[in-house]
């Protein structure tokens, strides 16, 4: 059985070899100009370019499927509720008593959903290329507490543990016969009690040791300067990436608010 429940996919990729900070301003800036942009053909093509650059660093297919089985559920429930309590427009495709669905309105709720689509895999751009280590080291470098840092290394390195201990523990359970599925909702709950137990004293036993490890590297000591193995350094490509990187977004702000491009969903100005 594989524990893996990591988003990092390990490669030798021009994307990989980016500094994580450069990945980081990708994302804001991805993130800022989606939201500044409202029109469906854009965010189709913010879709298109996401989807090559991931393609490009070698991500593998089926994180790009997981990532979309994960936003199917906004992908049908946005457009729908936004013609129910958004109706607007004077092309009515559909009505029903007090339900009337018209193109304006439909087609809104699209590209909001795709916003959101694009938004995501802008994300998990940066995640799909980034490895723990060097993803909480570009934060530290970027004024994040040290000990702030730790904490987030630790959560990213345990959570996939306990949740592969999780498994290990109710699939020896139901083994033993332990029946997860069968009565009310609170008799459900009260048969999860032994896996919760097994995994508290897990817990209790990890931190220690974690604990111990930790004193012996003499964290939290005064006047302690902390260093790394490998540490992480602008190369002369990174400072070019951050530099085309703003120069697209200054031009991209520019068009959307001193000329009006991607204001409506389907007309680009």
Not at 73 to 102: A, C, D, H, R, S
Not at 107 to 118: E, Q
Not at 186 to 207: C, D, E, G, K
Request: proline share 4%.
């Amino acid at each position: 059985m594989s524990f893996s429940f990591d988003l990092y996919v390990q490669r030798r990729s021009w994307l990989h070899a980016v500094d994580p900070r450069v990945k980081l301003a990708f994302v804001f800036l991805g993130t800022v100009l989606m939201l500044a942009f409202k029109n469906l053909f854009i965010m189709l093509l913010s879709l298109a370019i996401t989807h090559l650059i991931i393609s490009s660093a070698g991500v593998p297919g089926h994180k790009v499927r997981w990532v979309w089985k994960t936003m199917l559920p906004i992908n049908i429930m946005i457009p729908l509720l936004w013609v129910i309590f958004y109706p607007e427009g004077p092309t009515v495709l559909f009505q029903f008593w007090f339900l009337k669905v018209t193109a304006l309105s439909f087609l809104r709720g699209i590209a909001l959903a795709l916003r959101l689509d694009a938004i995501a895999f802008i994300c998990f751009t940066w995640l799909f290329t980034t490895d723990q280590t060097s993803l909480v080291r570009s934060l530290v470098k970027l004024g994040l507490p040290f000990e702030w840092g730790l904490v987030l290394a630790i959560g990213l390195r345990y959570i996939p543990t306990f949740y592969g201990l999780y498994t290990v523990v109710s699939e020896a359970q139901q083994a033993r016969a332990l029946d997860l599925t069968r009565g009310s909702f609170f008799t459900r709950v009260r048969s999860y009690l032994p896996i919760l137990v097994a995994m508290l004293i897990s817990a209790l036993r990890t931190s220690e040791q974690l604990a111990r490890a930790m004193e012996s590297r003499a964290l939290g000591l005064p006047g302690v300067q902390r260093t790394c193995l490998r540490d992480i350094r602008f190369r002369p490509a990174d400072y070019a990436y951050t530099a085309l990187l703003i120069a697209l977004f200054s031009a991209l702000l520019t068009l959307r608010f001193q000329f009006g491009l991607g204001t409506h969903p389907l007309y680009l100005f």
